[in-house]
Nanobody, 122 residues
């Protein structure tokens, strides 16, 4: 079993920054691709960013490219999402997830955190 715990969410004004963290335990972290997803009220969960096992490749949803950066520290079993130039439309619950395969679809991810709320005020 794998446990994922997100932290770092909160309330920020438009244009501000937040850094989300996701600490994992229970299985070798470096065997997972890691992703971030988000879900706004009344909307489906959507992909935000993903990073490969060793961190050598990343992929982003178009609306966050150039503003968000995903990274990982395999020594600390932690994945991060640095979010800059935040917009009100970024408001959502953000989830980290772990997958044994590379993917951007939620069904490709095996383990999920409980989520952390990000609210961006205008």
């Amino acid at each position: 079993q794998v446990q994922l715990v997100e932290s770092g969410g909160g309330l920020v004004q438009a244009g501000g920054s937040l850094r989300l963290s996701c600490a994992t335990s229970g299985r070798t972290f470096s065997t997972f691709c890691m992703g971030w997803f988000r879900q706004a009220p009344g909307k489906e969960r959507e992909f935000v960013a993903a990073i490969t096992w060793g961190g050598g490749a990343t992929y982003y949803e178009d609306s966050v490219k150039g503003r968000f950066t995903i990274s990982r520290d395999n020594a600390k079993n932690t994945v991060y999402l640095q979010m800059n130039s935040l917009k009100p439309e970024d408001t959502a619950v953000y989830y980290c997830a772990a997958a044994s395969v590379w993917g951007t679809k939620s069904y490709e991810y095996d383990y999920w955190g409980q989520g952390t709320q990000v609210t961006v005020s205008s």
